[in-house]
């Protein structure tokens, strides 16, 4: 019973998982000078994983629950965020939702030409997404959606 009742803590459909995708971002080494401003100092580590990766490790002073943060550079001007946590979604990861949305307006300041292109926590997982255009719409909007 007490072996099911962690499995189930530890699944990883309820832990916590955010994304958000920025475009319009600098190039590769002008973004890897950029996202180093966001080393947290005493409140975690910021660390690059290889060329196009970076993590921050971040253990938030009123919490015991360590969130973790990837930056992807993705190419095309794209920059990938993922924000995750074992804090559960079920009671809607609200630790790991501040981190992610710190982050974001983070990027914001450091980047104020990029666009914030998707969000999980407002437009579904990615996995959701679909590449068809939805009927009776023009192409027009289909970035909108």
């Excluded at 196009?52 to 938030?60: K, T």
């Excluded at 969000?119 to 027009?140: K, M, N, Y």
């Amino acid at each position: 019973m007490l072996e099911q009742a962690q499995s189930n803590s530890l699944d990883p459909q309820r832990l916590a998982r955010l994304e958000a995708i920025l475009t319009g971002v600098p190039g590769d080494r002008e973004l890897r000078l950029v996202l180093e401003q966001l080393d947290p100092g005493s409140a975690g580590t910021f660390t690059w994983l290889d060329q196009r990766n970076a993590s921050l490790g971040l253990m938030p002073s009123s919490a015991a629950v360590p969130v973790q943060v990837l930056l992807e550079l993705k190419g095309r001007g794209e920059l990938l965020v993922l924000v995750t946590s074992r804090e559960g979604m079920g009671t809607g990861a609200p630790l790991t939702q501040s981190v992610h949305e710190q982050i974001l307006q983070r990027l914001a300041q450091l980047l104020p030409e990029s666009v914030l292109q998707y969000r999980s926590d407002r437009d579904g997982p990615l996995e959701r997404i679909s590449t068809s255009r939805p009927s009776g719409l023009p192409r027009a909007h289909e970035q909108q959606l």
